[in-house]
């Protein structure tokens, strides 16, 4: 921790270092980061006082504010993508995705949860012969696919396939000549 001192230069990077300190120690101590002074909800970082506070400041903002604020998380989001550290908790590398290996787990149990919760059908048991590989509904016999799924996947597969003949330059050859198409 910071030694402080009447003789210390207070610049912006040791404010931001003290306070920095000071909030991971709250965090430690189960102590509301904004007051310093209560003990924090289970599982958050303010007491219930800060918390209805932050609560009544985000809904009295106006739409330009918000709209500022998303602006500023957005920069950040891909700022942080971009130097390849995590979005989320900003710590461990992230391998090329935006998050790190730690957050991705909490994100996807997170995510199964959610749709638990609404009824939907888990990834890991469609595709099983009974259910819709896409959707979870019934298959239609012989297939993995539900006749809307199996539809658009062939309305797919057929515009891949002329944008693939449009593009590959092997299909504009045959024996060394060049062949319109």
């Given amino acids: 921790m910071i030694q402080v001192n009447s003789k210390m230069a207070w610049t912006k990077e040791t404010h931001r270092e003290y306070m920095r300190e000071l909030r991971a120690w709250c965090r430690?101590?189960?102590?509301?980061?904004?007051?310093?002074?209560?003990e924090v909800i289970p599982g958050k970082k303010y007491c219930s006082d800060c918390a209805e506070k932050a609560r009544l400041r985000s809904i009295s903002r106006s739409r330009a504010e918000r709209d500022k604020a998303?602006?500023?998380?957005?920069?950040?989001?891909?700022?942080?993508?971009?130097?390849?550290?995590?979005?989320?908790?900003?710590?461990?590398?992230?391998?090329?995705?935006a998050?790190?290996?730690?957050?991705?787990?909490?994100?996807?149990?997170?995510?199964?949860?959610?749709?638990?919760?609404?009824?939907?059908?888990?990834?890991?048991?469609?595709?099983?012969?009974?259910?819709?590989?896409?959707?979870?509904?019934?298959?239609?016999?012989?297939?993995?696919?539900?006749?809307?799924?199996?539809?658009?996947?062939c309305v797919s597969l057929v515009k891949a396939r002329a944008a693939k003949r449009k593009t590959d330059p092997w299909r504009t050859f045959v024996f060394g000549k060049k062949v319109e198409q």
Avoid at 28 to 38: D, I, P
Avoid at 70 to 97: L, Q
Avoid at 120 to 139: A, L, N
């Fill in 99 to 153: 998050l790190c290996p730690y957050c991705l787990a909490a994100e996807r149990k997170r995510h199964i949860a959610t749709n638990r919760e609404n009824g939907r059908m888990p990834r890991e048991i469609m595709g099983d012969g009974y259910h819709c590989s896409m959707c979870g509904k019934e298959p239609l016999p012989g297939k993995k696919l539900c006749k809307d799924c199996y539809e658009k996947v």
């Fill in 70 to 97: 998303n602006e500023r998380a957005a920069e950040k989001y891909h700022e942080f993508k971009d130097k390849g550290i995590c979005v989320k908790c900003r710590k461990y590398p992230s391998n090329g995705k």
């Fill in 28 to 38: 430690e101590h189960h102590v509301c980061v904004a007051c310093n002074r209560e």
